[in-house]
């Protein structure tokens, strides 16, 4: 019995240091500041939540190293409307990498730092994507410090040079009048790539993939039929700029109704009747009913 008196007042003594908690003092301030008085449960399910996303942008989880940063990146699966804010996008913590011993070491054996210029900012792209974050070409120029143009010729220098399609907003949420990601998905699908591959070399869906090689031959038919540029954007509702890049590479490639045939598979095309779209919608579209215009750089 004495052992059980003892424990109650160790108990009573010690057990409220338990409630010194950080949760505990956000309640507080919900309860007396903010009218959560008789919404105790809703206050902690609200508390919790903020406190694993705290957890997500802790530094030391995992450790930034010397030249590293912690950044905010937009997550490749957000699907925010071009007119939105950008803080009603997903944003998620990355670990980027400004400047690390190999630009040291290429520095100190006389390479000037604007020829890392290019490197270093196709890791920033990287790293963010492969962390499940996209940058902005914005987002490198700040990072980096130079202008927006200058990064936008940095990334178009590299992927004429390269061939490869680097992952930054204007290719993965397929913002704005950017080609390459369009053009790769047409040539792949002629060099008898699946639609899963392409999607994978490009950093897109399967369904956004199929999106433009419908778009393309959407383009490739009014222009066999005589249409002009404008009459088969207002057709497409497509962008003359991008209608003009789908002309260039149709008398680029010598594209006839057989290559078309390839791109098709065992898909028919849908009809251009009445301005209507009948495609695929790629993920801007998927909120704005209608094809994004807005140049992104």
Avoid at 54 to 75: C, E, M, N, T, Y
Avoid at 78 to 102: F, G, I, N
Avoid at 114 to 133: C, F, I, M, S, T
Avoid at 257 to 282: A, D, I
């Amino acid at each position: 019995m004495n052992s059980f008196y003892e424990r109650q007042h160790i108990k009573f003594r010690y057990g409220p240091l338990a409630q010194k908690t950080l949760h505990n003092v956000l309640k507080r301030e919900l309860v007396e500041q903010f009218g959560f008085e008789n919404m105790g449960l809703i206050a902690d399910g609200l508390i919790g939540r903020f406190l694993e996303i705290l957890k997500d942008f802790d530094p030391q989880r995992p450790l930034l190293l010397p030249g590293q940063v912690l950044w905010l990146a937009v997550s490749r699966r957000d699907r925010t409307r071009l007119d939105q804010p950008l803080w009603r996008s997903k944003l998620v913590p990355v670990r980027l990498t400004l400047l690390d011993a190999e630009d040291l070491v290429e520095a100190s054996d006389g390479t000037s730092w604007e020829d890392l210029r290019e490197r270093r900012a196709v890791r920033l792209l990287k790293q963010a994507y492969e962390q499940g974050g996209v940058l902005g070409q914005h987002d490198v120029a700040v990072l980096l410090g130079l202008g927006q143009s200058t990064v936008s010729r940095l990334i178009r220098q590299y992927q004429q040079r390269t061939g490869e399609v680097l992952p930054f907003r204007g290719t993965v949420h397929d913002l704005g009048r950017t080609l390459t990601h369009k053009r790769q998905a047409v040539e792949g699908r002629l060099q008898g790539l699946l639609t899963q591959e392409i999607a994978r070399r490009i950093h897109h869906t399967p369904e956004a993939v199929d999106a433009y090689l419908i778009d393309f031959e959407r383009v490739y038919q009014l222009h066999r039929d005589g249409k002009t540029l404008a009459q088969i954007a207002f057709l497409t509702r497509i962008a003359q700029s991008v209608v003009r890049q789908y002309i260039a590479l149709i008398d680029e490639y010598q594209i006839t109704e057989t290559r078309v045939q390839q791109l098709r598979g065992q898909h028919s095309p849908p009809p251009c009747t009445n301005g209507k779209r009948s495609r695929p919608k790629t993920r801007n579209e998927e909120h704005n009913g209608r094809p994004s215009r807005r140049k992104v750089q």
